[in-house]
């Protein structure tokens, strides 16, 4: 069930048998509580992989509905907003996806992982894994409001502005995408307080990897594959900042992930929906 990252990071954590045991929940079909909890989002969190390998994780929503389940094993996902060419561009080159469906008004999340093609104008994702976590770390936040469209801008560059450094050094939430050259991609969520993560320099930033569901899907992925994305997300605003990049993990009981950034994508007017 779990690939050799995974199995290494849980042996240099200890929790090898325990993972054992919670690696039970993970399945291939879509229950109908899951269904019905994906059905009720405005928005969804992706992983998705270039013709290049190169990593990205991205945000795209629509009104609820818009990600539904049309079957045990197929989700279809018809987005309004988001960074929807970039997901479109990686669907096409190889079809890998991970989806992270949370609502953090009630601090529920389920992930589904799996492979995807276009067609007429939606993603469909055929499962591989599907499973929920804990609502460990997850800020609570409601949605204020929905703005009306915005013409998005987009900069991208290859290092942090100090204002960038700022938004990620204040940040309570951020998004991983990680992937394993067979197994498929992951999007996950990372929480923890204001300040967790560090920005060491305009080209590296880091934080500690708090204790979770004990499995190590992500950080799994990032042993054997270090090629990563990270979404944060300006949750007044509505802007997102997107960083491509390679991740390592040091130490075993209590560790560190470190990601050398190699491009800022930064998008004001991203998505219309607004958080407090």
Request: aromatic share 6%; proline share 5%; with cysteine.
């Amino acid at each position: 069930m779990y690939h050799q990252g995974e199995l290494e990071m849980q042996r240099r954590a200890g929790v090898r048998t325990l993972a054992d045991r919670v690696g039970r929940i993970i399945g291939e079909e879509i229950v109908p509580a899951a269904a019905a909890f994906v059905a009720a989002q405005p928005f969804v969190i992706l992983a998705t992989v270039d013709a290049h390998g190169v990593l990205t994780s991205s945000i795209v929503g629509g009104a609820p509905g818009f990600a539904s389940a049309k079957d045990d094993r197929t989700l279809a996902i018809a987005p309004a907003f988001g960074h929807l060419g970039r997901v479109a561009e990686d669907i096409d080159a190889t079809g890998v996806v991970g989806l992270l469906a949370i609502d953090p008004a009630t601090r529920r999340r389920i992930r589904v992982n799996g492979h995807a093609v276009r067609s007429d104008g939606a993603i469909i994702v055929s499962t591989s894994e599907v499973y929920g976590n804990c609502p460990q770390y997850i800020r609570p936040r409601v949605i204020r409001e929905r703005h009306s469209s915005q013409t998005a801008s987009v900069s991208s560059t290859t290092a942090l502005s100090p204002s960038q450094q700022q938004w990620i050094a204040s940040a309570d939430t951020f998004f991983l995408a990680s992937a394993h050259p067979q197994r498929g991609a992951d999007a996950s969520h990372r929480g923890g307080p204001a300040g967790f993560v560090t920005v060491d320099s305009p080209s590296r930033l880091s934080w500690p990897d708090f204790p979770g569901n004990n499995m190590f899907n992500s950080l799994g992925n990032l042993a054997v594959h270090p090629q990563c994305g990270l979404l944060f997300v300006d949750f007044e605003r509505g802007a997102t900042l997107q960083l491509r990049g390679k991740a390592r993990v040091d130490g075993d009981d209590e560790r560190i992930v470190t990601v050398d950034v190699d491009e800022v994508i930064e998008t004001t007017d991203a998505i219309p929906l607004r958080w407090v």
